[in-house]
């Protein structure tokens, strides 16, 4: 069995984010990114709460320089915004080539003993038993090599869903030989 396929930036992306998600999963780390978050939304609260009281009592004067400060607070968070997703529009087509290795086409071959892939002029060869396991999701199918290193391909490769079904079967078949 045989499948060809060309990736784009959205698909490293997206796979990345699963793979990550995936070593992440039988972590206690998994949590600390949302508590994280969530302390960062409740000091940004409780600054904005403080800020608040403060003005509503001594609102009687003028207070220009606490003005001024919150609206730069302001503008930075604005600024770092846009100038990341900026940054990040900017960065994708000058990291992933068209004609480099990244977005070439890429061909996955099951053969007897190993699972071949073929990406530009360049070949990897896998044992069977060097492929930790088999997932996927309804866009991509990945091919576990280490625990944070994953082969995927795009389900929009396969032009059935029973054929995406029948490469896991296969593949996963020679996995537990």
């Given at each position: 069995m045989e499948v060809q396929y060309q990736p784009d930036t959205n698909d490293y992306y997206a796979a990345q984010?699963?793979?990550c998600r995936s070593v992440a999963r039988d972590s206690f780390w998994r949590f600390v990114p949302k508590v994280l978050g969530g302390i960062f939304g409740l000091c940004i609260a409780l600054g904005a709460i403080a800020i608040g009281k403060f003005y509503d009592k001594y609102n009687f004067l003028n207070f220009y320089e606490l003005n001024?400060?919150?609206g730069i607070i302001v503008l930075g968070f604005v600024i770092l915004v846009f100038g990341l997703s900026s940054y990040n529009r900017a960065i994708k087509p000058r990291m992933f080539n068209p004609e480099?290795?990244?977005r070439s086409p890429h061909k996955i071959s099951l053969d007897d003993n190993n699972m071949v892939v073929t990406v530009k002029n360049n070949k990897y060869s896998y044992s069977y038993g060097d492929v930790l396991r088999v997932d996927d999701d309804q866009n991509y199918v990945y091919v576990f090599i280490d625990g944070g290193a994953a082969l995927y391909i795009p389900a929009k490769?396969?032009?059935t869903a029973e054929s995406k079904k029948?490469?896991?079967n296969e593949l996963s078949n020679r996995i537990n030989r």
């Open positions: 984010k699963y793979v001024w400060g919150l480099g290795l990244y490769t396969f032009e029948a490469f896991i």
